[in-house]
């Protein structure tokens, strides 16, 4: 599977514009000054040569997916896939992901809507928090 991250070009970003907005107005963040919306495929059954032939390479900045490293979450070399542990928190509603992240050494929420209590063998997230909002808030006030 690859994985692939794509970006709006500027001057096509409503989407990303009213997300500012409604941050700005709904959680009062006043300091927030840019959003980018970037929405993710996992795509499987292409080899690298389609890739190309099709022109994805030429349009992404990189691919990357769990078969990079031939594991698959909570392993933590798939959390190394993706930003710095130090430049990010890791936000999900999964205690299975939460352990995985806190593992590769990000700084971890969780929101506990389908699994209400986490397994002892469980990490501890720094936050759990009810919903998203509540998260956001928590994170805001500690970073």
Same mark, same amino acid.
């Given at each position: 599977?690859? $994985?692939?991250? +794509? @970006?709006?070009?500027?001057? =096509?970003?409503?989407? &990303?514009?009213? %997300? *500012?907005?409604?941050?700005?107005?709904?959680?009062?963040?006043?300091?927030?000054?840019?959003?980018?919306?970037?929405? $993710?495929?996992? +795509? @499987?059954?292409?080899?690298? =040569?389609?890739?190309? &032939?099709?022109? %994805? *390479?030429?349009?992404?900045?990189?691919?990357?997916?769990?078969?990079?490293?031939?594991?698959?979450?909570?392993?933590? $070399?798939?959390?190394?896939?993706?930003?710095?542990?130090?430049?990010?928190?890791?936000?999900?509603?999964?205690?299975?992901?939460?352990?995985?992240?806190?593992?590769?050494?990000?700084?971890?929420?969780?929101?506990?809507?389908?699994?209400?209590?986490?397994?002892?063998?469980?990490?501890?997230?720094?936050?759990?928090?009810?919903?998203?909002?509540?998260?956001?808030?928590?994170?805001?006030?500690?970073?």
């Amino acid at each position: 599977m690859n $994985r692939i991250f +794509v @970006e709006k070009k500027p001057g =096509h970003t409503a989407e &990303a514009r009213h %997300l *500012l907005h409604d941050l700005h107005e709904s959680l009062v963040l006043p300091g927030l000054k840019d959003v980018r919306v970037v929405q $993710r495929y996992d +795509v @499987e059954g292409l080899e690298p =040569h389609e890739f190309d &032939a099709a022109g %994805l *390479l030429v349009r992404v900045d990189r691919i990357d997916g769990a078969d990079a490293v031939r594991a698959y979450k909570p392993d933590p $070399r798939v959390y190394a896939l993706t930003v710095a542990p130090e430049d990010a928190w890791f936000v999900a509603a999964h205690w299975w992901d939460v352990t995985g992240a806190s593992r590769a050494g990000f700084r971890t929420s969780w929101i506990g809507v389908d699994d209400v209590a986490l397994p002892e063998t469980a990490a501890v997230p720094e936050i759990a928090a009810p919903d998203l909002l509540t998260a956001v808030h928590e994170i805001t006030a500690r970073s």
